[in-house]
């Protein structure tokens, strides 16, 4: 069954979800909270609470994952790899490499 999973990195919450393409049933879903201005393992939290996500919901899914994204305040580079622009909050955000991090170099913002 392929699936795809989709992560939405807001100011107070990460929402991850990973859905059925065939038939857009939500198969399973969590939340993380952001922790903005906070550092885990050397990356901002945020980076390190959206990888732990995606990475549960794969475990959680098996094999089959077809799709991916993320979803980011600020605005998207014009190949859409990651976010160029967010000042002020988020610290970390601007360049950052989605695809490589969460190993789906195709990954889109």
């Known amino acids: 069954m392929p699936y795809?999973?989709?992560i939405d990195l807001g100011g107070t919450?990460?929402?991850a979800a990973a859905f059925d393409?065939?038939?857009?049933e939500r198969l399973a879903a969590l939340t993380e909270p952001?922790?903005?201005g906070e550092a885990e393992g050397g990356l901002p939290a945020w980076a390190?609470?959206?990888?732990r996500a995606?990475?549960?919901?794969?475990?959680?899914?098996?094999g089959g994952l077809?799709?991916?994204?993320?979803?980011?305040?600020g605005l998207a580079s014009a190949d859409g790899r990651c976010i160029d622009f967010m000042p002020g909050?988020?610290?970390?955000?601007?360049?950052f490499a989605w695809g490589e991090h969460l190993g789906i170099p195709a990954l889109r913002v």
Do not use: N, Y
């Open 21 to 24: 393409l065939g038939t857009g």
């Open 89 to 95: 909050r988020l610290a970390g955000l601007e360049r």
């Open 66 to 73: 077809a799709a991916a994204g993320v979803s980011a305040p």
């Open 54 to 62: 995606f990475a549960a919901l794969r475990e959680r899914c098996g």
């Open 48 to 51: 390190a609470g959206a990888r």
């Open 34 to 36: 952001t922790r903005d």
């Open 13 to 15: 919450q990460i929402k």
């Open 4 to 6: 795809g999973i989709g």
